[in-house]
């Protein structure tokens, strides 16, 4: 690809995902709905969806950036449910959507119907985080779908290389398709937790926050390249060092941690951004190969196809919820109660995504001389699925979500557990203080002694005073004018700076060093006052 394509797509894509956000659409949806329309427009360059650049390139980082900002003592509390789903349904709809496009699809060998169940079998983990940040799911909610979605690509892929190789005659079994699975999972696990424990010591004694972060951005790509390299699921090796890493951030320095935030939020709004709007500019590609189907012929199997792919998933979610408990007296006594409107938008809450089309274009076009059976269908109702999950589930998540009126977060005891943990931190920083002012070595001006303490209370009364009484003049709370005469002092410090850098008293690289200092004190109020 020319580099003006990839510079319009990466800007075309960036642009709509910001202009999403004054919008009640969600990003996702905007970005394919654009993204289905320019396909169309005369002189947009043809961007085929290379599977060898977005499974290797695209879908690590953004498996990374996910995991990271996921919980593991939370995933760990949800495995047996994200399990149920990302192994067991993602197996369950392969064999669902391949018998129904086998029985549906006059010609379509169950191996080739098999090869397209699955591919449309796993929910995608940037469409479902896109989705449930925007919608505000409940944690547990939340924590179950992000789960899912970071380890169900493993299945798929497995279940689609065991279904080509019985395609192409390569003498694929139930047995083999059980021990792939296993080597892929197992392989996968093991290069994660080989590769996290010496990554993460490398994070923690590089001394440049500039190198940090390079290996930051390093991380993924090394985990899945060596796993895919000894035949195991690159996709899980990325996830097991992205939880570990990020349970264990608070050992990395200060600066690198501000600097990784900031370059992760980059990468990842960049390429979540590109790849929604590269799923919509792929129907001109899609609808070229299409062959001899007729277009009402086409339509009613992507219609049934989609109903299929959504029906598979309520069958599977309410059992897969209720029955572990009817059955199990230890799941009932440790974990919490499930409810109806939980399952209802767990089933509801399965959007694909970029993932399955890529999957989709990876399918060999011939072997040994033979065309692989109804390719260009498989690709075309791939695509409708995708397209079909993203706009019909992902436009009704959040009206269904309203509807089944979940109760919300509660803002106040969410405070009082934040003033508590504080207040704890604080005694702790306190006593540690009082020790070290105790030795002679560590003597400061009572000045600088009381800034330190200063410095501390103000964090400790920080969380409670957001707790307090709105201002009657302005409306504001008590953080909001904290923030704003914060900002209003550092911006009149910043404006003193740049004169003097105009009249020459201080050069750039000094002027460069003191805005540093003050961008840091401005967070650092910002997040003060919460």
Not at 125 to 131: E, G, I, M, R, S
Not at 157 to 166: H, L, M, Q, R, S
Request: aromatic letters at 8%; hydrophobic letters at 50%; a neutral charge.
């Amino acid at each position: 690809m020319d580099v003006l394509p990839l510079l319009l797509l990466v800007a075309g894509s960036a642009a709509v995902a910001g202009a999403a956000r004054r919008t009640p659409v969600p990003a996702p949806l905007l970005l394919v709905a654009v993204g289905l329309a320019v396909s169309y427009v005369p002189g947009v360059p043809d961007y085929t969806l290379d599977p060898k650049i977005v499974l290797p390139l695209l879908l690590p980082p953004l498996l990374y950036t996910s995991a990271t900002d996921s919980s593991y003592l939370d995933l760990r509390a949800q495995f047996r449910p994200v399990a149920l789903l990302s192994v067991g349904y993602v197996l369950f709809a392969t064999v669902a959507v391949g018998w129904a496009a086998y029985v549906l699809i006059p010609g379509m060998p169950l191996t080739a119907a098999l090869v397209l169940g699955a591919v449309v079998a796993p929910p995608d983990a940037v469409a479902a985080t896109a989705v449930a940040r925007r919608v505000g799911l409940p944690s547990r909610i939340t924590t179950i779908l992000q789960g899912e979605s970071l380890l169900n690509d493993a299945t798929a892929i497995t279940a689609y290389k065991v279904a080509v190789a019985a395609v192409v005659g390569e003498g694929a079994t139930w047995a083999g398709g059980i021990r792939e699975f296993l080597l892929a999972a197992v392989g996968g696990v093991g290069v994660g937790l080989v590769l996290m424990a010496p990554l993460h010591w490398l994070r923690t004694h590089l001394t440049e926050p500039l190198l940090q972060n390079t290996l930051s951005l390093l991380i993924p790509f090394v985990a899945y390249g060596v796993a895919e390299q000894v035949h195991a699921s690159g996709v899980l090796a990325v996830v097991v060092v992205a939880l570990y890493l990020g349970h264990r951030a608070w050992e990395v320095d200060f600066a690198t941690r501000l600097q990784e935030e900031a370059v992760w939020k980059m990468v990842a709004f960049i390429l979540e951004s590109a790849v929604f709007a590269l799923i919509g500019l792929q129907l001109p590609i899609v609808l070229k190969g299409l062959g001899g189907y007729e277009g009402a012929k086409a339509t009613w199997y992507a219609v049934v196809l989609f109903l299929v792919v959504v029906l598979a998933r309520f069958v599977w979610v309410y059992p897969a919820t209720f029955l572990p408990r009817v059955l199990s007296a230890r799941i009932r006594e440790r974990e919490e109660d499930p409810t109806w409107r939980g399952a209802m938008v767990t089933s509801w809450a399965g959007m694909r995504g970029v993932v399955s089309l890529a999957i989709a274009f990876s399918i060999p076009t011939v072997h040994d001389g033979h065309p692989f059976p109804q390719r260009n269908l498989i690709l075309f109702l791939t695509f409708t699925t995708v397209i079909g999950t993203l706009v019909v589930q992902g436009l009704s998540l959040p009206p269904l979500i309203g509807l089944l009126k979940f109760p919300g977060r509660d803002r106040q005891a969410e405070t009082l557990a934040e003033a508590n943990a504080q207040a704890q931190a604080s005694r702790a920083a306190e006593s540690r203080l009082d020790e070290l002012l105790s030795d002679e070595r560590n003597a400061l001006p009572p000045p600088l002694a009381d800034r330190l303490r200063t410095v501390l209370e103000r964090r400790r009364n920080a969380v409670w005073e957001r707790l307090g009484q709105v201002n009657p003049v302005t409306g504001e709370s008590v953080d909001d004018t904290y923030r704003r005469l914060s900002r209003e002092m550092i911006g009149a410090e910043r404006e003193v700076f740049v004169r003097l850098r105009d009249h020459r008293y201080i050069d750039d690289e000094m002027l460069r060093a003191l805005l540093r200092r003050l961008d840091l004190e401005e967070a650092a109020a910002y997040r003060e006052a919460g």
